[in-house]
């Protein structure tokens, strides 16, 4: 039996004595010079992501966030620039979302979802319906965005079985793209990108083409999609490939991609994890290229960055297909967490800050001011590229070389950006006032001049 705090050793005089190995930690951060208790205590215990623990610097103490402020836990503030992974649409800690789950977790924190539903859930399944496009219906609540991108492509096989389409059982997804980090998703990444290299052996063999942005290749694409029996579903994130490189595509690519898939049988799942709720500009990404697809994902921002929950919303009549007298013909998934009422809570809560409060409109002056402040920096050395769609502004560099570098300096400008890959983005908080974008569109040319 494992002992319960260390290994148990033999000492010299033959007694048993507890030894604690201690693990490494990452490497001390530059800008930690003091840290908390709770820090020194915890982090040789932590594993990050994407981050090579042995050469990375540690990461920093966060103490408290509000609006688009982070502080540490040694009082300094740094504006944020990419609202926790895109999550915080509203600003850390928004008063109304705080209170609607401060209320929701005195009444019911959670409640299985297998022969139990509840009314946050309900509610917002009945709200998504209406405000998604067509007959986009029926949702599935999952706990992460890779899940519900999991739970859309396990609908869309069993719902060609289940039409007498055995065959069809592959996805088409798209250099660049990026759908999750669990195997089927990895699945439907760019093979080319490297981070999910190591797994190739063992991934799905899946259709990874290039978006298809010409008149030419898109025709290219419906002849593809109508030749290639095995295709149960397209992947593709609409407008924007968030983590593949903030790589844009117009909403005439969209369009043209659902009516190839729309004339092959072919079902579309838009993964808009990333670019729902604001932040290309509407509300859902879809809706600005009038395209309804099969079914769509959503996470992230859905709660406003306050709790974990994924919808996987389905057109009712893919829906349709999965009502039988067999009892087989259900769709074999239930994450424990799903529906989780307090983060049901907060998505309503979130929901009725979109109708209430101008989100699109803050996105359009979002927009504008990134237009105005990124643009100049096209002429500079070392910048490829320049883009801004809503409230997304990127600078792409022609060789980012080290990445750490970037990091740590515009920390120093007291700004939170994580470039990844070749690019400087920003992703704020849907409320971010004038003076804090301002700031961060400062810090960047601020660093990239230097």
Known sequence: MRAPLGRLAVNEGGAQALAVKVPKRPAPHPLVSEAPPWYEAGLPHIWLPYTQMKTTPAPLPVRSASGSRITLSNGRELIDGIASWWTACHGYAHPALVAAMQAQLAQLPHMMFGGLVHEPALKLAARLAQLLPGDLSRTFFSDSGSVSVEVAMK????????????????????????????????????????????????????????????????????????????IAAVVIEPRVQGAGGMRFHSAETLRAIADACTKAGVLLIADEIFVAFGRTGS????????????IITLSKALTGGMSPLAATVVRESVAESFWSDDPMDALMHGPTYMAHAL???????????????????????????????????????????????????????????DLEHWKLALLKEGVWVRPFRDILYLTPALTIDESDLEALIGAIGRVLRA
């Open 343 to 401: 983060g049901c809570a907060a998505a309503n809560a979130s929901l009725d800050l979109f109708e209430r409060e101008p989100r699109i409109a803050q996105v359009a002056a979002i927009e504008a001011q990134l237009r105005e402040g990124l643009e100049p920096l096209r002429e500079l050395h070392n910048v490829a590229d320049v883009r801004v769609l809503g409230a997304i502004g990127v600078v792409q560099l022609e060789d980012p070389g």
């Open 283 to 294: 509300l859902f990404a879809c809706e600005a290229a009038g395209v309804t697809p099969d």
């Open 155 to 230: 609908v869309a096989i069993q719902h060609h079985r289940q039409a007498g389409h055995r065959e069809r059982n592959r996805f088409v997804s798209f250099l660049g793209g990026y759908h999750g980090d669990t195997l089927g998703t990895m699945a439907v990444a760019d093979p080319e990108e490297g981070m999910h290299a190591l797994f190739r052996p063992v991934l799905r063999r899946e259709h990874v083409v290039p978006l298809p942005k010409t008149p030419a290749t898109q025709a290219d694409f419906a002849r593809f999609l109508q030749r290639e029996k095995d």
